[in-house]
Each structure stands twice: as structure tokens, then as C-alpha cells.
């Protein structure tokens, strides 16, 4: 007799294949979307009807199986398959592909999802978005560009706003220093006429003189004027402008005095570090610059050794004011000649250093022969000057080299600097020198002339970041138009130790299922989570050909389960036909 039981075996037939051609169907039309996965279906038979649990063999009989008659198939389930699939480039720089078993992590409406699929974007706020606006997590950076690991956090892209600046820590040189110069022996020496602490002219000055008195100065025919009047009423200024070191102009300085107490050593003093003069040992060592009064009231400027620290002073260039009260003053009274050139083999390079704010600082460094030892060798006396400095000293930093008989670089002291700041920077400005940075060394050989410059430093101007890349280890590298680069931030991935287990959100996302796990976020490359490629999406995995094979499979079982419903009902209209 034919069976209703067949009927309800060979729809479930229908209904698992037509289920399964569902799958194939979803898979065919994803076969172009970003980073798919492809699902397959798996089948299981029903429960069966037991007509015997079978027996144990016994001494009569060797045993039975059991008897049982199966009720159909059902769906066990799906399983999608996380297999990596082709990586395309594209050119994109937002466009990532990892190879490996991270995934990207997104946040969307206060949600957490998961994806493979990198085709992100850059909203108006410079956030990095995918294609519906889930924002993409990954680890900041701090003050300093380090990146802060742990701390998940929307990646921010300010590609046009975000500036930078930094400080120079490092200069690095490179050149030759004649050993066969000239010793420093002498700078340039420069002589005022003698300046008087009586009207008749007989009592020189000996720099004690308190400014705020009369002083007063020969006026070439055979008396005296005053230089500086006490009764001009208010402050007195001395300019100077036009000074020339080695044919660099040394700027405009002032020194404005209107109470008791200020001497002309004081102003000497003054004069003494605005025109970057040296007379302090170092190492044993010094370059002999000095201002000072002397015996005759002369105010005598004693310039640094070595030609290029030559001073070149005019007349002109030293201008007294507010000194014409009273019984009237003169506004050069610092007539000055030249009585001695300098003697020594010298060198002087002009770089330029950064503060924090990214402000400019023009350092003029010089290099004097000092020195040919007995045992061999030489040594040459730097000093570090600039009028970048927040205060009125322009000498900034002074130390010694010392090279060996065959012109290596052996040491130096006092390879750093400082330079203060009054401009909202950090102050000081600290900055190492290097003369010995590996092909970029300092040597002193004997040559027509010394030869020396700087050939790298770090620290820069203010900039905007104009580009940026991404590292197969996520780094986000941006690129800033003063040419730095700099880390701003990191892409984060999540691994699944059962990846399957994810429920799939739609819009090519996924979140957690009670039997993915718990995802473990780290870098990209570390645990298994592959390595990030910028520029780059990962195809779809379809394999087409498996799904034709598949869906010819799914038509042939349906159409097979089909006909165990067609013969059953021919056996059932057989008995109908007995019945008439």
C-alpha cells in the first residue's frame, strides 16, 4: 500500500534543496562583493521510525540490527567558509585588505561590529568611515606621535589640518679644517679716543664711571665735550648697528641706561656679548675677545682669533642719544680705528636651527686653529653664536676638537648648545652637535683652505599634513608639506578563535554569536591576525565553478525528490482505482 509517510519524505527533499539553492544563490550574486565569504549548506536525515531496536546475540541467535525507516532530511545547518580570498590593488589609499584571520573593527550606532571588507573612506570630519558610515577603530597617538596601544578609539585622518612642528635636537657636519693654517695668535683690535671723568680732559676714565654723571671726550682742538650728560633729563641710549663679524652683520642692539649705578663697565660688559667675544678658558684654551678701558680711558674691543671672526666697526655704527641736555653732548663720542688684524686659520658655516613653535634661528658656527699638538694632531676651538638668543648674549655655546696625527676626528667637549627663548617656545632650546657621524665625519688634513658645513639636521618649520600611507603593520603614517613624518595613529584587528560562529549583520558585517568567542584586538601581525595592505581590497572567495557543480547537485536532488512525490501518488491513485 502506498505510503503517505513517502509524500512528507519527498517534500522535505524539495524543501532542504530548494534551501540549498537559496545558498548557491546568495554566493552567485556575491561573487563581486568586497571581501564575501560563501556559505554551503549542510543536510542531516530526520529522526527515523524504529520498527525494531535489534537484539544481542544470544546462544540461540547471533544478534539483529535494528530496523528503521528514515523520515526525511532537514537543514543542520550552514557553515560560511573564512578563507582569505584574492587581494586587487586598487591605488586607494583608505582601501585596506589584510592577509591573514583579522578582521577590521567598526562602531556603528553604539554597536561593535566586525568585517573584512577595508573600502573605507574619509568623512567631512576627517573620520575614517566604510561605505555606511560605521566608524573604523584602531589606537590614537599621543602628544609626541607614539602610538597609544590598547585604547580603541575612531580613527581621525586630518589630511589639510593638521599642523606640526618640531625642535632641532640634532645638527650632524661634515668637512675638512686646514691643519696646515695659521695658529690663532691675535683677533682685530679696535680703539676709541679716550674718554674723561674731568671737564679739562686730564683724568682718563677707568670704566667704574657711573653713567649718570658727566663723562667727557676730547674734541680735537684742544678741549673737551661731554659724551654723556647727566642733565639730559632722561634715559641715554647707546645703539650700535652696522657691526660686521667676518662680513656677517651683527644686528641692532641697545643699551639704555637713566639711573645711578650704571658704569661704562657695565655697558662694556654689554658690548662685550652682543658682538659674541670670548676671553673664557676652554680646555686651556681661549680666543682672546674682550672690551674693556684702559689706561688712557680708550675703550679698546679685542676681537675673537681667527680671520673669520674679524670686526669690522665704524664710526657710524655706534650712536649715542639722549645725551644733548644741559651744556649739550655729542652723538658719536665712539670714534673708533681699526689698530690690529686678525691671525688664524678659520672656518665659519651658518645653519638653521627650530624652537618647538617651529620659529626660525640662524646659528653661525666657527672653527679656529688652536693648536698643533707635539705628539701630532690638531685642535680647533668652536664657539656657537646667534642673535636668536633672549638674551643679550650672543654666544651660545663654545667647546674644543681634537683630531689625531693622520687628521681623524678623536673627541670634543661641549658639543651642545642653548639658546633661550622669550617667544612662548621652549626655552632653552637645546641642541647636540655632531662631528663624528659615521661617513659624515670632520677631519683636519692639510688643504688650501678649511671646508665645513652642515649636512643634516632634524627640527622644522610649521607644516600640514598633506598625505599619509598605511603600513602592513597599520601604522597610519602621515605626511606633512615640511617634509616629517609622523605616526597618527593605527589600525586595530580582531581574531576569532571561531571565526564561523559570527553572525552576519548585513552590509558586509558582522557581530559576536555565542559561538564565535571573544575576540582578541591586537596590532596587525601579531597572533595570527596577517598583515594590513593599504591600497588594496580583498575579492570575494566564490569559486563559481564549485557553485555550478553545487547547484546542478541541488536541482538534480530536487528534481529527484520530486519524483518519489509524483511515483507516490501514482500508487495512491492505483488504490483509489481498486476501491471503485
Not at 303 to 309: A, M
Not at 402 to 427: C, H, K, M, P
Not at 488 to 507: H, M, R, T, W, Y
Request: aromatic letters at 8%.
Amino acid at each position: 500500500m502506498a505510503s503517505t509517510t513517502a509524500l512528507f519524505t519527498g517534500l522535505s527533499g524539495l524543501l532542504a534543496n530548494s534551501r540549498r539553492l537559496d545558498v548557491i544563490g546568495n554566493n552567485i550574486a556575491n561573487v563581486n562583493t568586497t571581501a564575501f565569504k560563501s556559505n554551503r549548506m549542510a543536510f542531516a536525515p530526520t529522526f527515523s521510525r524504529n520498527f525494531s531496536l535489534g537484539t544481542a546475540p544470544g546462544d540461540a541467535s547471533g544478534g539483529a540490527n535494528p530496523g528503521q525507516v528514515g523520515l526525511g532530511v532537514n537543514v543542520s545547518g550552514t557553515q560560511r567558509n573564512f578563507s582569505n580570498g584574492a587581494i586587487g590593488a586598487t591605488g586607494v589609499n583608505t582601501d585596506l585588505a589584510i592577509e591573514g584571520n583579522g578582521m577590521f573593527i567598526v562602531e556603528g550606532a553604539g554597536e561593535r561590529y566586525y568585517t573584512r571588507d577595508g573600502s573605507f573612506v574619509r568623512n567631512p570630519n576627517n573620520d575614517l568611515v566604510n561605505q555606511s558610515g560605521a566608524r573604523v577603530l584602531g589606537f590614537g597617538v599621543d602628544e609626541q606621535f607614539n602610538v597609544i596601544e590598547g585604547n580603541l578609539q575612531p580613527l581621525n585622518i586630518p589630511v589639510g589640518t593638521l599642523t606640526l612642528a618640531e625642535s632641532t635636537r640634532n645638527v650632524v657636519f661634515n668637512g675638512n679644517l686646514n691643519a696646515s693654517g695659521d695658529i690663532g695668535a691675535q683677533g682685530s683690535q679696535h680703539v676709541s679716543r679716550a674718554f674723561y671723568s674731568d671737564a679739562a680732559g686730564t683724568i682718563p676714565v677707568t670704566g667704574a664711571e657711573d653713567l649718570a654723571t658727566d663723562i667727557w671726550v676730547s674734541d680735537g682742538v684742544g678741549g673737551t665735550t661731554l659724551a654723556f650728560d647727566s642733565t639730559s633729563g632722561g634715559p641715554i641710549e647707546i645703539t650700535i648697528s652696522g657691526i660686521e663679524k667676518g662680513g656677517k652683520d651683527l644686528g641692532t642692539n641697545t643699551f639704555t641706561y637713566g639711573v645711578d649705578g650704571t658704569t661704562l663697565n657695565d655697558f662694556s660688559s654689554w658690548l662685550d656679548e652682543v658682538l659674541g667675544l670670548d676671553n673664557t678658558v676652554t680646555g686651556g684654551e681661549t680666543l682672546g675677545g674682550s672690551v674693556s678701558f684702559n689706561a688712557s680711558g680708550q675703550l679698546v674691543i679685542n676681537g675673537n682669533e681667527g680671520t673669520v671672526q674679524d670686526l669690522d666697526i665704524d664710526t657710524a655704527d655706534i650712536v649715542v642719544t639722549g645725551n644733548t641736555g644741559g651744556a649739550g653732548g655729542i652723538g658719536q663720542p665712539f670714534i673708533v680705528s681699526q689698530t690690529q688684524d686678525p691671525v688664524g686659520e678659520s672656518v665659519r658655516t651658518s645653519f638653521v636651527v627650530y624652537d618647538s613653535l617651529g620659529t626660525p634661528v640662524t646659528v653661525d658656527l666657527s672653527f679656529v686653529l688652536q693648536d698643533t699638538n707635539a705628539s701630532g694632531g690638531t685642535t680647533w676651538q668652536f664657539i656657537a653664536e646667534t642673535n636668536g638668543n633672549a638674551i643679550d648674549d650672543r654666544v651660545i655655546g663654545m667647546g674644543l676638537v681634537e683630531f689625531d696625527a693622520n687628521g681623524r676626528y678623536l673627541d670634543a667637549s661641549n658639543q651642545s648648545f642653548q639658546i633661550a627663548r622669550d617667544n612662548g617656545a621652549v626655552s632653552p632650546l637645546t641642541v647636540n652637535m655632531d662631528f663624528n657621524s659615521g661617513t659624515d665625519s670632520v677631519s683636519s688634513l692639510t688643504d688650501a683652505a678649511s671646508n665645513f658645513a652642515a649636512v643634516y639636521q632634524d627640527g622644522s618649520a610649521i607644516g600640514t599634513l598633506s598625505n599619509f600611507s598605511i603600513g602592513e603593520d597599520g601604522v597610519i603614517t602621515g605626511a606633512f608639506t615640511n617634509g616629517l613624518n609622523r605616526s597618527i595613529g593605527q589600525v586595530a584587528l580582531a581574531k576569532f578563535s571561531n571565526p564561523e560562529g559570527l553572525v552576519d549583520a548585513g552590509n558586509n558585517l558582522y557581530r559576536n554569536g555565542p559561538n564565535s568567542g571573544t575576540p582578541l584586538i591586537a596590532n596587525p601581525l601579531d597572533f595570527g591576525t596577517g598583515r594590513v595592505v593599504g591600497g588594496a581590497l580583498e575579492l570575494s572567495n566564490v569559486d563559481l565553478s564549485q557553485e555550478f557543480i553545487n547547484m546542478i547537485l541541488a536541482s538534480t536532488g530536487y528534481s529527484a525528490a520530486s519524483r518519489v512525490i509524483t511515483t507516490t501518488d501514482e500508487l495512491i491513485n492505483q488504490l483509489l482505482v481498486l476501491g471503485r
